[in-house]
Nanobody, 124 residues
Framework: QVALVESGGGLAQAGDSLRLSCAAS????????MAWVRRAPGKEREFVAG????????YYLDSVKGRFTISRDNAKNTVYLQMNSLKPEDTAVYYC?????????????????WGQGTQVTVSS
């Protein structure tokens, strides 16, 4: 079992960068594939990026490819989301999730644990 805490959100202008962090406590962090998802105002949650247990495989939502980078440091029990060239449409609450399912999943139902989220607001 793991507990997840996101940080690093805030206010940004279009074109700026932010780095989100998700710190995990509990045992076995390296056993989990991790993901970042977001919920924009009035919309459903959507998968943004995922990374497998050792960082060797990643997957991105098409609209963030080339702008966002997911990474992890298993020694620090932390997963990151580097967000560059931010756009107003990136405004959302960002959550990290953890799953023991093998292979990066874009299905949010397959994630076992979620953090509380961190707000990202991008102005034009």
């Amino acid at each position: 079992q793991v507990a997840l805490v996101e940080s690093g959100g805030g206010l940004a202008q279009a074109g700026d960068s932010l780095r989100l962090s998700c710190a995990a406590s509990g045992r076995g962090f390296r056993n989990y594939d991790m993901a970042w998802v977001r919920r924009a105002p009035g919309k459903e949650r959507e998968f943004v990026a995922g990374i497998n247990w050792n960082g060797g495989s990643t997957y991105y939502l098409d609209s963030v490819k080339g702008r966002f980078t997911i990474s992890r440091d298993n020694a620090k029990n932390t997963v990151y989301l580097q967000m560059n060239s931010l756009k107003p449409e990136d405004t959302a609450v960002y959550y990290c999730g953890a799953t023991l399912r093998v292979g990066i999943s874009t299905s949010l139902d397959e994630y076992d644990y979620w953090g509380q989220g961190t707000q990202v607001t991008v102005s034009s």
